[in-house]
């Protein structure tokens, strides 16, 4: 994306806010996939659902058409090969018009209004912003594997 993409894409708080688009980057997602675009389907303020598929060979994309099929908001891409996760998110970026954009792993279960809340956040800062939410498991509790720390490259020396 160009910096004057990203300006055009840049939100006018005071205006309509506008909606929002769910950009999923996949890869042998089909476990996870189904539960995750039912979700975003339910999801307050999803205006466009872009599923991006790394080379999929476990029917993660017949999943994604199905879905496709019963909700116009749903559009997807098959790579033919995995140009990785960044690639991914960029393409879905390139793929929506809607101004405010939330990448979604594919095993991301969001609750109806998660993703309009923090939209309404970000209006209620006035600025443009960048957020992130506090991942929990099914039983509440905080996802460990989300928490990681900033590498620490002397310890890492130290423990060679």
Do not use: Y
């Amino acid at each position: 994306m160009t910096k004057s993409d990203r300006r055009s894409r840049s939100v006018n708080c005071s205006a309509d806010p506008g909606g929002i688009a769910a950009i999923v980057v996949s890869h042998q997602s089909a476990s996870t996939l189904e539960d995750c675009l039912l979700r975003l389907r339910a999801a307050r303020g999803v205006a466009e659902i872009r599923v991006i598929d790394n080379a999929s060979i476990d029917g993660t994309l017949d999943l994604i058409q199905r879905h496709a099929a019963m909700d116009s908001r749903v559009r997807f891409v098959g790579n033919p090969d995995n140009p990785g996760f960044s690639v991914g998110c960029n393409q879905g970026a390139r793929e929506t018009t809607a101004p405010w954009l939330a990448f979604v792993n594919p095993d991301l279960m969001v609750e109806t209004d998660t993703l309009w809340r923090l939209r309404e956040h970000a209006l209620a800062a006035g600025v443009e912003c960048l957020l992130g939410v506090d991942l929990v498991g099914e039983d509440g509790r905080p996802d460990e594997a989300a928490r990681r720390n900033d590498p620490d490259f002397a310890a890492m020396l130290r423990s060679a």
